[in-house]
């Protein structure tokens, strides 16, 4: 099993940036394929990013393309999302999610076996 502990959120101003970062426990991080999904009032989750387990391959929404960037570090068990040039339309709770095997249709939370606890990125306008 493996537990996420998100951070990084906050209240940015349109064109800002933050990096969020995720937190995993146990000692096989570098099994789990990793995302951020995100979920905005009366929304449904959606998904924003995916990184491999060696980190070597990407996956983005087009909603984020070109401004956001999923990276890890598997020495400190931790997953990271860099967002710039952030949008009111960004706003939203922003989870971290593991899964252990390959799946094509990454972009379902259903593939996910593990979450965090969510972490509030509201951007003003």
């Known amino acids: 099993q493996v537990q996420l502990v998100e951070s990084g959120g906050g209240l940015v101003q349109a064109g800002g940036s933050l990096r969020l970062s995720c937190a995993a426990s146990?000692?096989?991080?570098?099994?789990?394929?990793m995302a951020w999904f995100r979920q905005a009032p009366g929304k449904e989750r959606e998904f924003v990013a995916t990184i491999t387990r060696s980190g070597g391959s990407l996956y983005y929404a087009d909603s984020v393309k070109g401004r956001f960037t999923i990276s890890r570090d598997n020495a400190k068990n931790t997953v990271y999302l860099q967002m710039n040039s952030l949008k009111p339309e960004d706003t939203a709770v922003y989870y971290c999610a593991a899964r252990m095997y390959y799946v094509s249709d990454y972009r379902s939370p259903l593939r996910y076996d593990y979450w965090g606890q969510g972490t509030q990125v509201t951007v003003s306008s």
């Open positions: 146990g000692r096989t991080f570098s099994s789990y394929y």
